[in-house]
């Protein structure tokens, strides 16, 4: 009897979620918009929840809102008497975030932009040059002086003796040896400077959310898959500071104007400190560099056009990071042509490299610029 082999088609079926892993995917993105404000964000929970009917009455956004507490994603927190008489509590509790949902916020943002990755060990990135690395090159040479014992290949070496010597009189000598050559793994400093200024949220779009992913998720793949490596991130308006990994949910948009040279010398700055001979700079950016602060303290600011005394202080910072091997990659979210020309030149001072993209795509373009980066040495 003959059986037919083939494929069988049925529908697509989603998988079931539950209904706090329904509303939890939504909260998440939504305290993400938010920058970590929970009441603000169980508003529009609460207002998408009218409109589109994601609960009913065997589970309500109360019950939602009692499991993230029962499940550690937030913490209740109680407000004191504000004239201090001791008489109890005043208000309605309010809520913030855990490190627990903090490190969840993370991992989905590197779910969405990156996709689903798996942790490898120690790191993964490779530079085109063989010799004592530490990952498997698949090819032999035959032993060298100074090579480590755990490179010898017994197989080969084993074959080698016996074609050499036969089974009669076998013996092992250093001429028989065979090493498997290994990639050195190149290890990576990154400073990734994020643009807070008052324009990332200018003219209805909402920038500095992706920045703000991408900066999450550029965390979580470095700290999850290459660990050797190093990422420092900063923001810059009319100055620069660093932030750290806690405070990146809780990102902000000001009342700045753009000192692009106050950031690029935080981000020289700590990138001198680190040991890695491979450095480099991520700049997220839409808008031209605006302001200077003095050397009395004082702010210099131009917010038209291009200003050729700002703009020169910017092109010489390029050049002190080339002379430093230091590449600057810039994602430029504008596209006026005068910024981009103002770009290019940048690009050209440092021997770096310059995307102009728009919102969509910005971690994936990241994320493979980061890649490629890692597969050599960077020498300037």
Same mark, same amino acid.
């Given at each position: ?8 088609f049925?529908?697509y079926?989603a ?7 329904k509303?939890?995917?939504i909260?998440q993105?939504?305290i ?9 964000a169980?508003?529009?929970?609460r ?9 009913? &009455? ?8 009692? &499991? ?9 927190? !109680? ?5 201090g008489?001791g008489?109890?509590?005043s208000?309605?509790p309010s ?26 060990g ?16 698949? &090819?032999?040479?035959a032993?060298?002086?100074?090579d480590?014992?755990?490179?010898i290949s ?14 009669d ?25 994020i ?12 920038? %500095?959310?992706?920045a703000?992913?991408?900066?999450m998720a550029l965390?979580?793949?470095i ?17 620069a500071w660093p932030i ?15 000192n ?10 700590l990138l001198?400190?680190?040991r890695?001979?491979?450095?480099? %700079?991520?700049? %997220?950016? &839409? ?5 200077l602060r ?7 600011k ?14 010489n ?7 430093l091997? !230091?590449? !600057? ?5 504008a596209?006026?042509p005068?910024?981009?020309?103002f ?11 310059a ?16 890649e490629?980066?890692?597969k050599?040495?960077l020498?300037g």
């Open positions: 009897m003959n059986r037919r082999l083939g494929f069988r049925t529908s079926k998988a079931e979620q539950s209904p706090f892993d509303l939890f995917d909260f993105e939504l993400t918009h938010t920058s970590g404000e929970v009441e603000e169980l508003d529009w929970l207002e998408l929840d009218k409109e589109y009917e994601l609960t009913d &009455d065997d589970y309500t956004i109360d019950d939602f809102i009692e &499991d993230l507490k029962a499940k550690g994603y937030l913490r209740e927190e !109680i407000e004191l008497d504000p004239e008489s008489e109890g509590q208000g309605d809520f913030s975030m855990t490190a627990k949902l903090e490190r969840m916020l993370r991992r989905r943002a590197l779910d969405q932009i990156f996709g689903k990755l798996k942790r490898r120690s790191g993964n990135h490779r530079t085109g040059k063989t010799g004592q690395g530490d990952e498997h090159t698949g &090819d032999f040479r032993y060298r002086f100074g480590r014992l755990e490179q017994m197989t080969e070496s084993l074959r080698n003796a016996q074609v050499n010597h036969g089974m009189e076998f013996r092992l000598e250093e001429n028989d040896l065979v090493v498997e050559d290994t990639h050195h793994k190149a290890q990576m400093s990154t400073v990734l400077m643009d807070i200024s008052h324009s990332m949220i200018l003219y209805g779009e909402d920038r %500095i959310t992706p703000k992913k991408v900066a965390t979580e793949l700290t999850t898959r290459y660990p050797k490596d190093t990422l420092d991130i900063l923001v810059f308006g009319n100055d750290s990994v806690a405070e990146l949910p809780y990102l902000k948009v000001g009342p700045y104007h753009t692009t040279v106050a950031g690029l010398q935080l981000a020289m700055d001198r400190r680190k890695n001979t491979n450095k480099q %700079i991520f700049m %997220i950016t &839409d808008g031209k560099p605006s302001c003095m050397p009395d303290g004082t702010y210099y131009n917010s038209v056009g291009l200003d050729d005394y700002i703009v020169e202080k910017c092109y910072m390029a050049s002190q990071a080339r002379k091997h !230091i590449p !600057i990659t810039t994602f430029m979210i596209q006026d005068y910024l981009m020309q770009v290019r030149h940048f690009t050209e001072a440092n021997k770096g490299k995307f102009f993209t728009g919102l969509k795509g910005l971690g994936e373009m990241i994320f493979e610029d980061y490629q980066n890692r050599k040495r020498r």
